[in-house]
């Protein structure tokens, strides 16, 4: 099988993102690399790929981008890579580029995150930094393929970086038979809302909650968090001040194989973030076959109006208004789940597989 290295951890220690790979490995010989040492924890997870990773070791950030160069260049003058796949442009693109300019191995640079924003007010996105977005331009530039998740994600990136390469959208679809439609019985009126996400200011959950707690005034209705909290139990403290704390349940950080069941007894899927490239929970819940609302960025913003329901980033009144009036429209709430279900199924896992592979193969053929 031909040889290919993933550059970047998070191809590894995302859950979609691993399943991917794992697919993908039944068709090449596969090496993981990581920018930062695997803890065991990592190294534990299913995985049908080879992974190495720099040193352990409190190394600066410029050293860490070397030794990860080294790694990847030491095996290659070993055994030739077919191809570098990087998972976004630092350090991982960096290195695949360098590596490019000097072996001629081609080189695709998947878009991940928020290579082409910046969002001050949270301290979020690479273009914060004049030097990190210069550096984006050029990885982008130079890469043999890009990738970006969205429609959404792409623009953002063409918008506000000059970039002269072609960007190809390829949505990571997930695995629809994990997220089968189930018809269970419900033992009340009670409408359950799910949100799947890490409690963060990217994610916005104070949206989240004032817009559940306006909907909660006018229906019997219960919200489901599951995600770890890195904000200090903050808001858990904002739902108690708001004495909805019997109808807001926080599960916290669950495995990947135990959150299907949550989507499963869900009737409505929200989600608030400010920024977005994809948003692989909102492919999830519409491969369960349960109506979208949220924001209107990544996934969502390129569905909007046909698979889900989108307001401007932080309006909570809005949304809070756009769930009531769903709930009380039938036809279009089964218009959303037809559509959105049809959707996951045209961009599944499997569909993400065989776009990858024909890119990687009609890339090793030109090179040759």
């Not at 070791?57 to 160069?69: E, N, S």
């Not at 998947?110 to 290579?115: I, P």
Request: net charge neutral; with cysteine; proline share 4%.
């Amino acid at each position: 099988m031909k040889r290919i290295a993933i550059l970047g951890r998070g191809a590894h220690t995302l859950p979609t993102y691993r399943v991917l790979l794992n697919s993908l490995a039944a068709h090449y010989s596969i090496t993981l690399y990581s920018e930062v040492a695997m803890t065991p924890d990592w190294l534990l997870l299913e995985h049908n790929y080879t992974i190495k990773s720099v040193p352990s070791g409190k190394y600066p950030r410029r050293i860490r981008d070397l030794l990860l160069l080294f790694l990847v260049l030491r095996d290659h003058l070993k055994n030739p890579f077919a191809l570098l796949h990087a998972h976004s442009t630092y350090p991982t693109g960096l290195v695949a580029i360098l590596l490019k300019t000097v072996f001629k191995i081609p080189v695709v640079v998947a878009l991940d995150a928020a290579e082409g924003s910046a969002f001050p007010e949270i301290d979020f996105g690479d273009l914060l930094s004049k030097r990190r977005a210069r550096l984006n331009q050029w990885v982008i530039n130079r890469a043999s393929f890009v990738t970006a998740l969205t429609d959404f994600h792409r623009d953002q990136v063409y918008t506000n970086l000059k970039i002269s390469n072609k960007i190809n959208v390829i949505p990571r679809g997930v695995d629809p038979n994990k997220f089968a439609i189930e018809n269970s019985q419900k033992e009340n009126d009670s409408i359950t809302m799910l949100s799947v996400s890490y409690l963060s200011p990217v994610k916005d959950p104070e949206t989240l909650i004032k817009a559940f707690f306006l909907v909660q005034q006018s229906i019997n209705c219960k919200l489901i968090h599951i995600g770890r909290d890195y904000m200090n139990n903050a808001i858990h403290q904002m739902v108690r001040e708001l004495g909805i704390e019997d109808r807001v349940f926080f599960k916290g950080h669950l495995a990947y194989e135990e959150i299907p069941e949550y989507y499963k007894t869900a009737d409505l899927f929200l989600l608030t973030s400010v920024y977005e490239s994809q948003a692989l929970v909102v492919a999830e819940a519409l491969a369960a076959g349960i109506p979208v609302l949220g924001t209107h960025v990544g996934l969502m913003a390129d569905l909007s109006g046909q698979c889900c329901i989108t307001v401007a980033p932080g309006d909570y009144k809005a949304l809070a208004e756009n769930v009531l009036a769903l709930l009380t429209d039938n036809e279009r709430m089964d218009a959303l789940r037809e559509n959105g279900y049809t959707w996951s199924r045209q961009n599944s896992l499997a569909t993400c597989v065989v776009a990858l592979r024909n890119i990687y193969d009609q890339l090793i053929v030109s090179k040759q």
